[in-house]
């Protein structure tokens, strides 16, 4: 497989968990290359990728699923997005090899947009969407030899779709997310070790948000739940947030933890990319969405929607279409926000192109970010490898 790899060189104390362990500051290098190609579904000869897809590490197991494309058109030509239900599954085998194998067993509906969290149970997908709209659908997928074993969980309260997770213990978190009528404020909790209470509701996020990214991480004092940018609509355009929120268990409220600044640069918005808790105090952030083109487009829609005439409207059309197929791809930037000191710093930048509408978690201690988006209406099939090297 190549690599189109690039290295990012960070002092921290390091780790702890799932993640790569080590004893003292020391100088970290993260190498990124391509692991896998997700497949074609097996009555399929392509793979267009898959965006928003339920995928997590399980054992020996990383697992892809679900997730959408459009294989007619893109969407501003008319194509229509569909949802899907197969699983993937890579494994490796005694040579050092990766396999890709697709059971017969799928989800039990076409799905994407799910929060998802890997634990040692299994891969726990929370809500997401199906062609009708927000879910509240709960469920586990596992690895039981060769067969998919699928664990029903207690259902949200409401459906909600592109919400964040993270667990820390047996406590599952999720925060925001879409509900039919936009951006919520949500954030719930579930305790692995007492599913039969249920989802209980936590103090609301302060502000209403979708994408953003969700990581347990301790603050010097305590183990909190970090949510980091995010995006919400309240009017023609979408908001693209840059606050930091933690919410601190012992004290069952949300603290301002942060802005999405590099010191001596501006403040800038962050949605649909992918993060991961590193080390003892440490959050990741991969890629994401900055807006400009994202909020373009929303005023050329309402432009359309406003035109007097049949001809105003196509050339509107028409410069939206353009714009979009033109995308340049998503921002390629690596931060990292360090828990402790509230301060974000720019890392890196990916050689590839980002993929958004997706998830980052451990594996191995490897990163992973599988499939996304990497333009709009553009799916990737890509497995990504962050490779973590540690040097004196």
Request: net charge negative.
């Amino acid at each position: 497989m190549k690599s189109f790899g690039w290295g990012l060189v960070l002092s921290l104390f390091l780790l702890a968990c799932n993640q790569p362990k080590t004893i003292e500051s020391k100088i970290m290098k993260i190498t990124w290359d391509t692991l896998a190609v997700i497949p074609p579904a097996q009555e399929k000869t392509v793979q267009l990728g898959l965006a928003g897809p339920v995928a997590g590490a399980y054992q020996n197991n990383l697992i892809v699923a679900g997730g959408s494309n459009f294989e007619d058109a893109m969407p501003w030509q008319g194509g229509t997005k569909l949802y899907h239900d197969r699983i993937y599954v890579l494994t490796q085998n005694a040579n050092n090899q990766y396999d890709w194998w697709q059971p017969d067993e799928k989800l039990p509906v076409p799905l994407a947009y799910s929060a998802c969290v890997s634990n040692g149970k299994g891969v726990l997908s929370i809500g997401g969407e199906t062609a009708e709209g927000p879910v509240k659908r709960v469920f586990m997928i596992s690895v039981d030899g060769e067969k998919i074993r699928i664990t029903d969980y207690p259902h949200l309260p409401i459906g909600l779709t592109s919400a964040g997770a993270a667990q820390k213990g047996s406590v599952v978190y999720l925060a925001g997310g879409l509900d039919l009528a936009g951006a919520t404020s949500h954030f719930f909790a579930l305790d692995l070790a007492a599913v039969d209470s249920g989802w209980k509701a936590l103090p609301d996020l302060p502000v209403p948000l979708s994408h953003a990214v969700v990581a347990c991480q301790f603050d010097g004092q305590e183990d909190c739940v970090f949510v980091l940018g995010g995006r919400n609509k309240s009017g023609i355009t979408s908001t693209f947030l840059s606050d930091i929120w933690k919410f601190v268990p012992s004290k069952n409220k949300w603290q301002q933890a942060g802005k999405l600044q590099v010191e001596g640069d501006e403040v800038f918005g962050f949605s649909a990319g992918t993060g991961l808790a590193v080390g003892e105090h440490g959050i990741l952030l991969f890629g994401g969405d900055r807006g400009n083109i994202f909020n373009q487009t929303e005023r050329l829609i309402d432009a359309a929607a406003k035109a007097e005439t049949a001809d105003e409207r196509e050339k509107i059309q028409q410069q939206k279409a353009e714009n979009l197929t033109n995308h340049p791809g998503f921002s390629r930037d690596v931060y990292l926000f360090n828990t402790l000191t509230g301060k974000l710093s720019r890392i890196g930048a990916l050689d590839g192109l980002a993929q958004v509408t997706t998830n980052a978690f451990w594996w191995d201690q490897q990163i992973i970010i599988p499939g996304g988006e990497i333009r709009p209406g553009v799916r990737s099939a890509v497995i990504t490898r962050g490779i973590i090297s540690l040097d004196e």
